[in-house]
Structures are given as structure tokens and as C-alpha cells.
């Protein structure tokens, strides 16, 4: 049994069901993250590439990452924190107290059968080829992309919701006409202060690159440089309301979705000349990133702009 999934974001969507029912949410919440990277990375399918070992051997292997059949979970039995069940296919287990999911792999298949040499003293080793017993001082931290996360979300009386007329649901808002994917990414205005020059000035244009390959024109926009938006400002949510939540013309948005898809922010990477990575992340990231830089915000107000 290997941990496959975590759902700890999302503990208040089943936690007072019963364990079939546990079982049957848990499951759906899983097909829908995996669903949902694929239409982030433009993929037909996914794979678990296995590694495992024995004596003086490393083997590799590959398996399905299916989705767990919903109308076939049976056998559902609570063992203390476990839930044990499988679906026809293969065989889970729940930990209610750690909400997390379990997968039973079956290590046939082998595709590559490596034998290795086990040092029996892999520090020695260790200085031998770095020169010296002080090997952390050997090792180079890794340079990472400067980047920024940005919440797909704002906070209301202590809740993350996203706003019925602005951000996500910018079509929604009042005054002129809108098209039905008109929509923006906030811009936290820490982040402005905290990176003053992550971003170029308002309305100057950016390439903004997809996970799946894709590219489109962005800039930051609005009062305060408080909006990240596409040009034409329909392409952005095209891409995240349409491709990847599969929303419908004129359904809001709600944090309910983005809980049960396990992703409430994004990460932004400055790459180079002009141009800018972007990637979903898992609920919380944005949360974590505020809290390193040591910031406290209060709730914003909604913004209807």
C-alpha cells in the first residue's frame, strides 16, 4: 500500500459521512484531481513509474493510473482509522485521521531490472568524491526561478470565497456589457510591495505560458496593478473556467470547485525577456507562500469592480 492522494483541504466535504459514503466522496474528489491535471497538461492519460528494490537490485515499472470506479467500490470495511475497500480493479485504504488514500500496487510488469552495487559506506563514498569530510559544503544550493503565488480566491468574514462579481467571476460584475469569460486573477497588494519588480508596469504586455505548451498575451491591469488579465481578457478564462473547470457560459464560480479539484491558487514564474510561466497549485500554497513572507493580511472587501 502506497499513499496516492491527500485530501486534507478538503476534510470538511466528508468528514461527518458514514464510511460508504466517505469512501464514494473520497473517490470522486480523486477522479476529479486526476481529471483535472489532464486537462491542465493537455494529457490522454497518466502513469505511476514505479521504483522499487531488493538485494543488490533496482527495478522499475509502470501501471495505470486509473480512476477509481465509483458504481464498483465494495467490500468497504472500517478497520479503526482505515477504510478498506476496492472497486473491481484495485484495492485502497482510507486513514480517516490523516485523510489520506492508499493504493495497493502489484509490482509485476518489470520494464527495467537494474543490478547496483550497495556501498557499505555510502559517506565515505561521499568524500572520496567531493573532497572532504565537510561534504554538505560541497553541494550548491540549487538557484529556483524567482515566482510568486497568487489566490484564485479572496478571504470574507475568516472564508475563502470567490467573489460573485469580480476575480474569477469578473463576467458577472456590473455596469457595462462583459463577455462570458471575462475574468482576473487577483493581485494581493503585499505582493506588489513585497516584489516591486516582479511584474513589468501596469498594461505593458507579458507572454504568459501554459502548462500544456500554450501561450497567450497578459499584462496587470486595474487601480493598483490589482488584476493579472489576458488580452483579449476573454482568453484567460477560456482557459480556467472553460478547459480546465469545465464551466458552463454564465455558471459562477464557486470555492466549493476549487476545493473538490484540490487547487486554489496559482504559481508565477519569471522566466526571461518578457515572458512568464504559470501553473496551478494545491489548496493552501498561496496560504504557505504569505506565511514565509511574514505577511498578515486582513480580509479585502469584495470587490465589484
Known sequence: MQKIAEFNSEHSLFNKLGAKEKIVKISELRNIRIETTKKIFGLDALIYHCVT??????????????????????????????????????????????????????????????????????????????????????????????HIFLPLYSMKNGNKVVSEKSG???????????????????????????????????????????????????????????????????????WILRDILDLKERELLTYLKLQEIGLDSVVIYKVDGGRYDIDFTRSGSYEEFKTSNEVVEVDAAEDAS
Not at 81 to 91: A, C, Q, R, T, V
Not at 99 to 104: A, E, F, N, V, W
Not at 228 to 238: H, K, R, T, Y
Open 168 to 238: 474569477l467571476n469578473q463576467w458577472n460584475a456590473e455596469g457595462r456589457q462583459r463577455d462570458s469569460k471575462e475574468v482576473y486573477i487577483p493581485i494581493p497588494a503585499w505582493i506588489h510591495a513585497k516584489f516591486p519588480d516582479f511584474f513589468p508596469g501596469r498594461d505593458t504586455a507579458f507572454v504568459l505560458s501554459l502548462p500544456d505548451g500554450g501561450e497567450m498575451s497578459a499584462k496587470v491591469c486595474q487601480d493598483g496593478s490589482k488584476a493579472l488579465m489576458s488580452n483579449p481578457n476573454s482568453a484567460l478564462g477560456q
Open 53 to 146: 528494490r531488493k538485494n543488490a537490485k533496482i527495478l522499475v515499472y509502470e501501471t495505470p493510473m486509473d480512476s477509481v470506479v465509483v458504481e464498483g467500490i465494495k467490500e468497504v470495511e472500517e478497520k479503526g482509522n482505515s477504510i478498506n475497500f476496492n472497486d473491481g480493479i484495485n484495492k485502497y485504504s482510507f486513514n480517516s485521521t490523516k485523510s489520506t488514500l492508499y493504493k495497493r500496487f502489484m509490482t509485476k510488469d518489470i520494464i527495467l531490472d537494474l543490478s547496483v552495487e550497495i556501498l557499505a559506506d555510502p559517506f565515505d563514498a561521499l568524500e572520496k568524491v567531493f573532497g572532504g569530510p565537510e561534504v554538505n559544503k560541497s553541494f550548491s544550493a540549487v538557484k529556483e526561478s524567482e
